[in-house]
């Protein structure tokens, strides 16, 4: 970095900075971001052509303090993203000391007119992008143009864009845009340049998150940051730097927490509900095993009473079956007996009736054998008599226990009866069919076990379902009367939404205005009205910008104070200075010369000082021509020559010698030559800052 450089400087830096340029180091292939490369100054400041090359996106800059380091900053950023030529955005320092035109005309700058470019270029992958600045100012306001430019092509390399023409002098406006061309844009304004900037560099981020990134930029490069640090604004203003919130995800996940709510509300009703229903279902269950209980110690009673029936059936229909074999024998035999009996009859009176009883012959044999036969026919008839006796006790036994037989039958009909009803009513008719009389009881009691608990399963089963139906009608119910009730507080709620609306925007209305009326008489807070106006209708939003605003100027205050501070010091030290040396130059007693012969004028009471009163000797002047110096002067009249306050001549009587600063304004006179060798000037310098008092 130079002062004002030679031609030969200048042409050797140019071409020093476009090997910079051609060996910067580019960015990484596939990275997602656009990463700086390379920054450039033209002309502006104390910089005549200089490039920075940045490392993996980062610039150092180190050296002592007046180099230019925190210039550097204030020309490239963030004034190529911001776009602002205020001066309390470009200093470092946040104060309204050095402007842009103090950058381009102050600092020992020649001429009328100065033209410079500052510009930052971005790398991502393959692709290049460069965006800069052209400034102009002129001496004769206090104005800088700035125009503003973005484009594909890199500056000062091979087929690039070249800022300055073949005599090394920065491009016009007209030659920039032909130098553009095709591969870049000369923008209208600041709007369009940043809209550019941000849509290439910062796609997706919206205005409010850029602005929020330059304040950042601005609070981060602030020098000695830790010294006046302010956590809440740099809390507040990384915050604002972050991405606003989607209105959709937030609508979503507050219906996901609205949806878990009621997930959970469910699953407490269900709990709920699956308790009352296990108690339904324990009562249930403690029923039908009562229930099922009775069924089934009736079932086993009616089917031992079956079971000891069957068996006296049995044993009746073997004693019936006995008895009528015996009936049937004792039949048979009554029948062979009246047989044999009707055979004797029929002998007795076939020998009654034959000529040898009526002979009497053998009659006495014959009444033997016929009271035989009668005894033997009494005594077979007395056999069968009792034989039929028996078979007739034995049939009418066979009768009762043929009753006694129907009897448990229809017993057993009418537990099978109760058995079936019981089955209907528990809805077991299924297992009716298969309860075989024969069937074991413990065999019968498995299967009606079984089916007891089959049918309990199923009860449950149908409980739970009715259980559930029921709960789920009241859960309409209540849902209905809850979503009349939701209506109507939402129509009240509407209502007063549309009061309290109607009243908000009265009161910002209201507020609006008295907003404005205060934001018009602040005299030390720098607030943007419209933007102030805007945020009316959040408190905290206006208390942020107030805020902003008040820590902006606090800050700005400070460093004024500080410069003021300091500007003070440095007066006084001047004014210490001075006053000595006026006190010095009034203490000190010089002998006057001699006055010429020429010299009529009373000096009493004239306004300045001689010549050699109010002139000294440079400082190290060899006492060898303080001495020529001084007889010059006397030996041509000039060192007792008066100067006036004004430089002019007094208009008093006599005659005398003036030292006059403007020849041109006395009648008649001519300006002198200057000599070929050094003036005055050389050898001597005024001995004092004001002017003397008359001596």
């Known amino acids: 970095m130079t002062l004002t450089p030679s031609v030969a400087d200048q042409d050797a830096r140019h071409r020093a900075g476009s090997r910079t340029e051609a ?9 997602e971001r656009w990463a700086p490369t390379r920054a450039g100054i ?14 993996r996106g980062r610039l ?14 204030e020309v490239l950023l963030p004034f190529l993203f911001d776009a602002s030529l205020r001066p309390n955005r470009l200093s470092t320092f946040g104060t309204a000391d050095r402007t842009m035109h103090w950058n381009l005309m102050g600092e020992g700058a020649t001429g009328v007119t100065r033209v410079g470019y500052v510009w930052l270029e971005f790398g991502q992958g393959d692709r290049w992008f460069t965006c800069g600045a052209r400034l102009q100012a002129s001496a004769h306001t206090t104005g800088v143009g700035a125009d503003y430019f973005t ?66 930029l601005l609070q981060l490069r602030t020098p000695k940051l830790s010294q006046r640090l302010d956590p809440g604004l740099l809390s507040a203003l990384l915050s604002r730097a972050l991405p606003a919130l989607d209105q959709a995800d937030v609508a979503e996940l507050a219906e996901g927490f609205e949806r878990l709510d009621r997930r959970r509300e469910e699953l ?21 095993r009562r229930v099922l209980r009775a069924g ?23 004693s019936y079956q006995e008895v009528s074999a015996e009936l049937e024998t004792a039949t048979r035999l009554r029948e062979t007996l ?51 006796a028996a078979a007739s006790a034995a049939g009418a036994a066979a009768d009762r226990q043929r009753d006694v037989a129907r009897e448990a039958g229809s017993a057993v009909d009418q537990a099978r009866d109760e058995l079936a009803r019981h089955a209907e009513r528990l809805s077991l008719g299924s297992t009716v069919p298969v309860a075989d009389p024969h069937l074991d009881a413990f065999a019968a009691r498995a299967l009606v076990q079984a089916a007891v608990s089959e049918r309990s399963r199923q009860i449950e089963e149908v409980r739970g379902a009715a259980a559930r139906h029921r709960q789920a009608v009241a859960d309409r119910e209540r849902a209905e009367s809850e979503r009349e009730r939701v209506r109507t507080r939402h129509a009240e709620a509407v209502q007063a939404h549309e009061e309290s ?115 000294d000797f440079v400082p190290g002047l060899p006492a060898r021509l303080q001495a020529g110096i001084e007889a010059a002067l006397e030996g041509c009249g000039l060192l007792d020559a008066w100067i006036s306050p004004d430089g002019g001549v007094l208009d008093e009587s006599g005659h005398d010698v003036f030292a006059v600063v403007e020849p041109d304004r006395l009648p008649g006179a001519a300006a002198a030559h200057p000599g070929p060798d050094r003036s005055l000037a050389a050898g001597a310098e005024p001995a004092c800052a004001g002017p003397a008092a008359a001596g």
């Open 23 to 31: 060996g910067a180091r580019r960015p990484d292939r596939g990275t």
């Open 42 to 55: 033209l002309n502006v400041w104390r910089y005549y052509d200089e490039v920075f090359a940045f490392h």
């Open 60 to 73: 150092l800059l180190r050296g002592p303090n007046g180099t230019g380091k925190s210039k550097a900053l």
């Open 151 to 216: 484009t594909t092509r890199r500056v000062g390399v091979p087929q690039g864009l070249h800022l300055v023409n073949e005599q090394g002098q920065p491009l016009t406006r007209a030659a920039l845009a032909e130098a553009l061309g095709d591969h870049g844009t000369l923008h209208a304004g600041p709007g369009d340049y940043r809209l550019t900037l941000r849509t290439a560099l910062f796609p997706g981020v919206g205005e409010q998150r850029f602005d929020a990134l330059v304040t950042a």
């Open 268 to 288: 407490r009703h269900l709990d709920d509900v699956v308790a009352a229903a296990e108690q339904v279902a324990a009562h249930a269950r403690t029923y039908a």
């Open 296 to 318: 089934s110690a009736a079932l086993i009673a009616a089917t031992s009473t079956m079971d000891r029936l069957t068996r006296e059936a049995r044993t009746s229909q073997d």
């Open 338 to 388: 009246l047989a044999q009996q009707l055979a004797v009859e029929a002998r007795i009176t076939g020998l009654t009736a034959s000529e040898a009883y009526r002979r009497g012959e053998h009659l006495v044999q014959l009444r033997s054998q016929s009271g035989r036969a009668r005894r033997q026919a009494d005594e077979l008839a007395s056999v069968a008599d009792r034989r039929v």
């Open 501 to 615: 609306e109607s009243a908000h925007q009265a009161a910002v209305a209201a507020l609006t205005g008295e907003l404005e009326a205060w934001a018009s008489g602040c005299t030390q807070l720098r607030l943007d009205v419209e933007q102030l106006l805007a945020r009316a209708g959040s408190a905290a939003a206006v208390a942020r910008l107030v805020s902003e605003a008040r820590h902006a100027r606090a800050a700005t205050l400070a460093d004024e104070a500080s410069t003021l501070s300091a500007r003070m010091t440095s007066t006084a030290e001047r004014r210490d200075a001075v006053r000595a040396q006026l006190e010095e130059c009034l203490s000190a007693v010089d002998l006057p010369p001699a006055a010429p012969a020429t010299r009529t004028a009373d000096r009493t009471g004239w306004p300045g000082a001689p010549l050699w009163r109010v002139t």
